[in-house]
Structures are given as C-alpha cells and as structure tokens.
C-alpha cells in the first residue's frame, strides 16, 4: 500500500520568513495530493491540493509543488504570520478507483514566531 | 464544502463501556469516513459509511469493536466498543462534496476527544 512520508516533524521561523514541508509518496499510481491544516483542538482544514496533471498549484501565500518523477511533493507558505502555526498533514491518494482512502503523512508542527 | 458536526465534542468513559459517536452533515454527501487519530500522531482510516450498505473497514479495524451505522446521506455513527485505554483518541468524521463524482476532497469534522480510564 501507499506510504507517505512527511519531514520535517516541527519547523520554526520568524514572522514574514518562508516555511517549506515537504513529503514523499511511494505507490506511482497516486495521483491527488492535499494538505490538510489542524488547528489545536479542531478538525483538519484541506488548504490546497494538487491533482497529478500539474506541476505547481497557488493560492495566496500558499503554493504546492509535485515532481511526479523524484515522487514527492512540497507545501510552500510566504510571509508567514502567527496565525499559520499549526499541525501540517499531507496525504496521497488515488483518484477515480473503487478505493480512494487518504494515507496521511505524520505531520509537521509549524511555530510561527512573532 | 459542507458543515460537518460531532457529538459529543469530548468524553471520559470507563474501560469496558461503549460510546457512540454522532456524524452530521449539512448537506447530502456520497460518501463519509471515519477516523481515528492518537495523540500527537497522523490520522488513519478506520472505515468508509456506505448508505445503504455495510461499511468498508480498513486493515486492523473490525465491526465488532467499531461498528458504524449510516441511515440517511447526512448522518454517520461510529461506535467504539468495550474501551480500553489504548482506545484513547481523537475521533473524526470526514465526507466528500456531493457531486464532484470524486471522494478524494475530503472535508473533517471538529472531531470526538475520547479519553478513556
């Protein structure tokens, strides 16, 4: 089955710097990649995702990155702000099959420091 | 995306005791997935709700311990039976918008904090 593979487990940055997560998946057939952001005590929030027919996907500050070749794929969040710190989750899946379960990443713990 | 609401938010329960944990969605949604996710760590996937039919349960979680009901397109539970500590959990529903044809953007619940003696 899918294995995902999420580094790093916590970051630190200052206010207005950029934060980079970024993970690998191993089953090639995957082909739809969120991430999901958790605040304490809250459900997960999907942010962004990424389908495998593109290569780069934007929304604001926040930009994914998929290299199908190398098999991994990369959350992007500019001039982050306290309010970005959070639980990050990325997932894999397959799309358009009888199975389409979320394999989760372990997470990375983003501290935003002010 | 849909709304989505967990009852009860949290709980303390007793080893050997059952709860049961309630789904609710504001709109109707094809499919809905329940979660589990252990303290300080990822989620994963207990089962998927099927309407109309049993649910799928992934590897490692059966009927018997978490049995799931889903009666309408709006309403899941799961519950989680004869608890022990280890079943000590955040637990989570998910559900895919109706109509997109694709259960692959899932949307979760607040979740249920299960914390049990």
């Known amino acids: 089955g899918e294995n995902v593979e999420q580094h790093p487990s916590t970051l630190s940055v200052q206010e207005g710097d950029s934060a980079v997560i970024k993970c690998t998946y191993s089953d090639s057939a995957s082909n739809y990649f969120p991430w999901y952001k958790q605040e304490l005590g809250k459900g997960p929030q999907l942010i962004i995702d990424i389908r495998s027919n593109v290569g780069e996907k934007k929304d604001q500050r926040i930009a994914v990155t998929l290299n199908k070749t190398a098999k991994h794929f990369s959350l992007h969040i500019t001039e982050t702000q306290p309010e970005d710190s959070a639980v990050y989750f990325c997932a894999a899946s397959i799309e358009d099959t009888g199975r389409r379960a979320l394999t989760f990443g372990s997470g990375t713990r983003l501290q935003v420091q002010p | 995306s849909a709304v989505i609401s967990q009852k009860p938010s949290r709980d303390i329960c007793q080893r050997g005791t059952s709860l049961t944990i309630q789904c609710q969605v504001d709109?109707?949604?094809?499919?809905m997935f329940w979660y589990r996710q252990q303290p300080g760590q990822s989620l994963t996937l207990i089962a998927t709700?099927?309407?109309?039919?049993?649910?799928?349960?992934e590897s490692g979680f059966v009927i018997d311990k978490f049995p799931i009901s889903r009666p309408n397109l709006t309403f899941s539970t799961l519950t989680v039976s004869n608890m022990s500590p280890e079943d000590s959990s955040i637990y989570l529903c998910?559900?895919?918008?109706?109509?997109?044809?694709?259960?692959?953007?899932?949307?979760f619940g607040p979740g249920t904090r299960l914390t049990v003696l």
């Open positions: 709109s109707q949604v094809t499919m």
């Open positions: 998910s559900v895919d918008p109706v109509g997109r044809g694709s259960y692959n953007e899932q949307f």
């Open positions: 709700a099927n309407q109309g039919s049993e649910a799928t349960y």
